[in-house]
C-alpha cells in the first residue's frame, strides 16, 4: 500500500497562483507514474494533469494546459502541481493519485492504484 499526502491547497483570488505538493511518506515512488484529478461540488472528478515515471511524459486537461504544470523531484519523492492563472473554475479539491506502471501516464481514474485524501483549493472572484 502506499500513502499519498497532499498539500498547498488554499484560498487564493482569480489570477493568482498555489502550488500543490504530493508526497509518499517513507516510500520511493520516482517509478511511479502520477496523476492529479479533481472534483468540483456536484460534479464528477476529472483529470488535471499526469507525469511520467521518467518526467519526460506530460499530459494535461484542456482545461488547465499553459496554465498549470506537473513535475518531480525524485530527490524528494514529490511531485508538484503549479497552478498559475486560477479561475473561480479551477475551485475543487485536488487529489493526487500514484500507478506502480511508471510509463502507463493514464487520463482516467481507474488506471490509478493509489490515492492520497485530497486537498481543497478556493479562487475567489
Known amino acids: 500500500q502506499v500513502q499519498l499526502v497532499e498539500s498547498g491547497g488554499g484560498l487564493v483570488q482569480a489570477g493568482g497562483s498555489l502550488r500543490l505538493s504530493c508526497a509518499a511518506p517513507g516510500r520511493t515512488f520516482s517509478n511511479y507514474a502520477v496523476g492529479w484529478f479533481r472534483q468540483a461540488p456536484g460534479k464528477e472528478r476529472e483529470f488535471a494533469a499526469a507525469i511520467g515515471w521518467s518526467a519526460g511524459s506530460t499530459y494535461y486537461a484542456d482545461s488547465v494546459k499553459g496554465r498549470f504544470t506537473i513535475s518531480r523531484d525524485n530527490a524528494k519523492n514529490t511531485v508538484y502541481l503549479q497552478m498559475n492563472s486560477l479561475k473561480t473554475e479551477d475551485t475543487a479539491v485536488y487529489y493526487c493519485?500514484?500507478?506502480?506502471?511508471?510509463?502507463?501516464?493514464?487520463?482516467?481514474?481507474?488506471?490509478?492504484?493509489?490515492w492520497g485524501q485530497g486537498t481543497q483549493v478556493t479562487v475567489s472572484s
Open positions: 493519485a500514484a500507478n506502480p506502471t511508471g510509463w502507463r501516464v493514464g487520463q482516467k481514474s481507474d488506471e490509478y492504484n493509489y
